[in-house]
């Protein structure tokens, strides 16, 4: 597939209310919004054609509406809002909204992605096309116990260096590449039956959960730290 022909639409969802981060998606960063930060990301990408976001809030539908006209807005209906939905449901609901070729899909909890990595992830996909989805993981090396304190991925009678173990990779929540047919295909899911994982560096990949996690992507964003 010549990606340049294909039509590629990212989906970023922003609920209103946000339990940890209170009222985290317009939470100042580095002084604007913090949604901000990864849609000027997204609209610098070579290869997406559309911004879409997702929302119940408002607030953020008047921000978007001033500051990102280009960026078209999907109402989320009252059924889809609160904390306990999923966001496959919500990507459902997208899907039944919009027809691009390949979709992908971030957060504005993610503000250190940067637009490389975006057209990579992009590209990756394209080019390994025996795979039907992508998602961005984070390589992790290190000794890892249960909770009974038994080790989970190491001997503890033969310790060996932590750069010598076997990778663990967590899912991490930045990217998700997928097609309208693998999703319907994994029974509404966006990593797929033969997903394709893609690795993000440690810092690249915060996802801000807590107040912590802001404080620290704001100050290595405001710093304009290489990473």
Known sequence: MDI???K???L??????????PNKNMKLFNGKPLYHAIINTLLKSKYINTIFIDTDSE???????LNFPTISILNRPI??????VSMNEIINHNLGKINYDIYLQTHSTNPLINVHTVDLALSTFIENNHYDSLFSVTKIQSRFYWSDGSPLNHDINNLIRTQDLKPIYEENSNIYIFTEQSFKDSNLKRIGLKPLMFEIN??????????????LAELIYAHNLKY
């Open 4 to 6: 340049e022909k294909l």
């Open 8 to 10: 590629i639409a990212a």
């Open 12 to 21: 970023v969802p922003m609920k209103k209310n946000s339990e940890r981060v």
């Open 59 to 65: 607030i953020i539908i008047n921000d978007v509406q």
């Open 79 to 84: 059924e889809l809002q609160g904390d306990y």
């Open 202 to 215: 440690k810092i690249e990949s915060i996802d801000i959960d807590e107040v912590e996690d802001f404080n």
